[in-house]
């Protein structure tokens, strides 16, 4: 049951290093989203897939590009890291953009020094 | 611009204990609305997920309401377990999920 992967778990980064998280899923989905979790805020939406060759931005998408490779994969890329990015980041995937549960990976805890 | 509350932000219970968690959004507008469960570290769970049609979802010791109308949803959680210690997040969706802050559980012994 591997659901939604992401990589890496855990990273640390110098500010103004670039770096690229990965996400995967095996359930055929169209629509994969990124979101950063931070203390008091909630879940924020960085960027969303609706479904393979499509992105689009979400609430929080500023010093971050995304990639949706295939149907399987989205990628998220921070080009220039800020401390302001340390956060933790979750992938996820759903069956379609509404209306449909929401899968989740297990997240990746970035730190921006 | 939809906004998710979650009251409260941590909870405390003995075992055993029936609880309820509360979520209010200010706009009505919404095709669904989920409660999720996180583990320390962990992702997010989805635990029920209530259509706008629908006025509750049951699963097993866990229902959810749905009041649209007032902007309200209550996740109700029978016999508490100290398994049932996490943070219950609730989501609403227009056309992307709106995430609360959360609920922190602690059940204890």
């Known amino acids: 049951n591997a659901g939604v992967t992401q990589t890496p778990k855990f990273q640390v980064l110098k500010t103004g290093q670039s770096m690229t998280l990965q996400c995967a899923q095996d359930?055929?989905?169209?629509?994969m989203y990124w979101y950063r979790q931070d203390p008091g805020m909630g879940l924020r939406l960085i960027y969303y897939?609706?479904?393979?060759?499509?992105?689009d931005k979400g609430e929080v998408p500023n010093g971050y590009n995304v990639s949706r490779l295939n149907k399987r994969e989205f990628s998220l890329r921070l080009e220039s890291a800020a401390p302001s990015q340390t956060s933790v980041y979750f992938c996820?995937?759903?069956?379609?953009?509404?209306?449909?549960?929401?899968?989740f990976g297990e997240g990746s805890w970035l730190t921006v020094v | 611009k939809q906004e998710v509350t979650q009251i409260p932000a941590a909870l405390s219970v003995p075992e055993g204990e029936n609880l309820v968690l509360n979520c209010s959004f200010t706009?009505?507008?919404?095709?669904?609305l989920q409660w999720f469960r996180q583990d320390p570290g962990k992702g997010l769970t989805s635990l029920l997920l209530?259509?706008?049609?629908?006025r509750e979802q049951t699963s097993g010791r866990l229902n959810a309401s749905l009041d649209k109308s007032s902007g309200r949803s209550t996740l109700y959680i029978a016999a508490s377990q100290p398994g049932d210690s996490a943070t219950y997040l609730c989501?609403?969706?227009?056309?992307?999920?709106?995430f609360g802050t959360g609920t922190r559980l602690q059940v204890f012994p």
């Open positions: 996820a995937s759903s069956e379609a953009t509404q209306r449909n549960t929401i899968y």
């Open positions: 359930m055929n989905h169209n629509s």
């Open positions: 706009d009505s507008a919404i095709y669904n």
């Open positions: 989501a609403v969706d227009t056309d992307k999920l709106i």
């Open positions: 897939s609706a479904s393979e060759g499509t992105t």
């Open positions: 209530i259509q706008s049609s629908q």
